[in-house]
């Protein structure tokens, strides 16, 4: 047969790692590099065809090989399915076509391509030579098979046939274990004899290697049964021991968990546990598996703290003190702490109730359970749950599997080394459920006092008692955590900080701290003008916590200790001002988002996000139409039907609304709120909908220096919403002093901090009509 030439082409290459494929294979690959998977995408689309090309030297870090890292012959490839896998890599079943030659590679959008020629084997006309060629290596192959199992010895039976020679030798080449480089030096010759002598050749020493093999193996089987008679006799020893009375007490790690057993206080279900394991231990030698898994357990059950904590005196000063030195503001939520702390002191125990801070992130949720755990004196230990997904993280794995652990729980006792911690569960709405189990069901049993004082760690396998433990969880944000977990928290919540308050924080706390971490000492007298940090917070931050502040802050001080060390100076450094673009550049946030002037069709909105308190500008322009409304700005379900419910609204009440009965018919509007990448929901943001929309309708101005919020029905009441103190500090941050609220929240304002509604004139509201009468200009 001649070597056949076709018409160039080229086709996607996907590179193989420690791996050739040859024609008229079907073998199962997967594909996780990015170039690789969109190559194969590429080649799925079209014709299904692929060349597979092997690498010459390959490592898993390797994600994007060039063509110079790559052989020159390959092989054709149909691609007949692909399967995507959970983690993202595809599965694909690929079949060799035939073997080519790569003339060029290309960089064909982000994965290589190749301009091939088919290069198939030459294979001369059979003679008697040939055939005893082959019926030898049909033999030599058939001793490899019996020796290696590398496949079944019936999948040689189709290969008998003189006419399936090529396809046989492809077989063997991609069966035989030895390395990617002799496999690709054999595949590369182009004459048939030649390439099956040479495959004949390393098929020979491979047999040869494994008789070797076969020796040693059977030698050390021998050492086996030796080893096997010496733990036989072993055992007799024991049992002869036994009979004799000798004690087996020489054994060091027996003894000393014997001793252990006798000096811990544990329950009596631990110590029926423990009893039995050091009697199975008592029966196993050093060199059996089960020895370890008994041990680890032992020492797991001893590690735990078993002595009942001495009850703490609790100072409620001291412990204010503490708060206060710790934590500017969060006047309420201080209060009720030391509130809990009092009623702890009054019952001598632990409190069944288990607080859950929810606020932004960095408003001091976890610094809060640091406090508390100095008052009081506790070790205080803190476990991440964002991102746990499997119920064996909290209550640990069974014996059962290898490497098995106890759960968070027991981990943290052990660390803390006593029965009373301040455990703090950070993240608590960060927790996900997927096949493995529902970890926040599993903190059921863990946070309800009523059941926690015989908590079962799926590890351990008995009760322990845990109600001397004080939990305190945190969260950003409520909706993600389950009724019945939410149901056994008391749930304190903290409102971002006002302006004022981060002033504060950061001349007492923030700036104290980055000064001592950058060691600036007495080689930099360093300092900071009020306006100049206030400067920062209004125009360089926005947030509700103070992490991107102290963040500014350390940038500001870094570049300062730069120039000293370039060249060093004496005279004192104050940041004013004038200096912050210098250092900071321009300011990233000019709370400019509200209009400066009176508009048709524009109002502000305030709205809660997880970050804190927004302004939101709701736009309506009235366009040429048959009474339709168009939404756009990324509007979630429930804000898209307060824009349908304002809208009805509008042309229910068209008359006393100064608006033309017709006007619908022969007009359409469009409704937008900016920033159209940010997913927006929520049902607060109805008066401010129907305001605009009434605005556009009538053609009336709204004013600009008034925000609003508050929901609205279809009869025009206007209902009271959440996050009032966030939209508050807000609308009080872009310069908005009069607010529109609900008048059934007016109760919450009482309990609002002081900084936050000096200053502001809010406005109570129960219907539209007065919000209109109060937004709307004549």
Known sequence: ???????????????????????????????????????????????????????????????????????????????????????????????????????????????????????????????????????????????????SKVVPEESLLPFKSVEKQDEFFYFVLANIEVDLSIKQEVFEIELFGRAVLALFEILHNEIEILNLEKQIDVQVKDKLSKMQKDYYLNEQLKVIHKELGISDDGNSDLARFKGLLDEKPLNEEARKRAEEEIRKLARLTHNSPEYAVVYNYLTWIFDLPWENSDHEEINIRHAREILDLDHYGLEKVKERILEYLAVMQMK?????????????????????????????????????????????EIRGHRRTYIGALPGVIIQSLKKAGKRNPLIMMDELDK?????????????????????????????????????????????????????????????????????????????????????????????????????????????????????????????????????????????????????????????????????????????????????????????????????????????????????????????YNASKYRIDKELYKKTDLHLHIPEGAIPKDGPSAGITIATAIISAMSDRKVRHDIAMTGEITLTGKVLPIGGLEEKLIAAKRAGITDVIIPAKNAPNVADFKKEVIDGMNIIYVDSIEEVLDIALKE
């Open 1 to 147: 047969m001649s070597v056949t030439r076709k018409k160039e082409q080229i086709l996607p290459v996907i590179p193989l790692r420690n791996a050739l494929m040859v024609p008229y294979i079907i073998t199962p690959i997967l594909v996780g590099r990015p170039a690789s998977l969109e190559a194969l995408e590429a080649a799925y689309l079209e014709d299904k065809l692929v060349l597979c090309i092997s690498q010459k030297n390959f490592s898993m870090e390797d994600e994007d090989p060039r063509s110079k890292d790559l052989f020159r012959v390959g092989t054709l490839c149909n691609v007949l399915q692909i399967f995507r896998m959970p983690d993202g890599n595809v599965r694909a079943l690929i079949e060799g076509k035939t073997r080519v030659t790569i003339k060029r590679f290309s960089r064909r959008k982000s994965f290589l391509s190749a301009v091939y020629e088919e290069n198939e084997l030459f294979i001369d006309e059979s003679t008697l030579a040939s055939e005893a060629l082959m019926r030898s290596f049909f033999k030599e192959f058939q001793e490899y098979v019996s020796l």
């Open 348 to 392: 001598k125990k632990s409190l069944g109730q288990i607080l859950c801070f929810v606020g932004p992130p960095g408003v001091g949720k976890t610094s809060l359970g640091k406090s508390i755990a100095r008052a009081l004196e506790r070790e205080f230990v803190r476990l991440s749950l964002g991102g746990v997904r499997d119920e064996a």
């Open 431 to 651: 927790m996900s459920v997927d096949f493995r189990g529902d970890p926040s069901a599993a903190l059921l049993e863990v946070l309800d006092s009523e059941q926690n004082h015989q908590f079962r760690d799926h590890y351990l396998d008995f009760g322990y008692d845990l109600t001397d433990v004080l939990f305190i969880t945190t969260a950003n944000t409520l909706s993600p955590i389950p009724q019945p977990l939410r149901d056994r928290m008391e749930i304190i919540h903290i409102p971002g900080y006002t302006s004022i308050e981060k002033l504060n924080i950061a001349i007492k706390h923030l700036l104290p701290k980055q000064l001592e971490l950058h060691e600036t000492g007495d080689r930099i007298k360093l300092k900071f003008q009020k306006p100049a940090i206030q400067e920062i917070i209004d125009k360089y931050t926005r947030e509700a916590g103070v992490r991107e502040l102290e963040r500014k802050l350390a940038t500001v001080i870094r570049k300062i200790v730069r120039s000293y060390i370039e060249k060093p100076f004496t005279k004192p450094v104050t940041v004013k001002r004038k200096d912050l673009t210098g250092y900071l550049n321009v300011p990233k946030y000019l709370y400019s988002d509200v209009n400066q002037s009176d508009a048709v069709g524009v109002a502000n909105g305030l709205a809660w996000t997880a970050h804190g308190g927004e302004t939101l500008q709701i736009e309506v322009l009235r366009l040429s139409g048959d009474g339709k409304i168009k939404l756009t700005g990324s509007l979630g379900d429930v804000m898209k039907e307060s824009a349908e419910a304002a809208f009805s609204i509008a042309r």
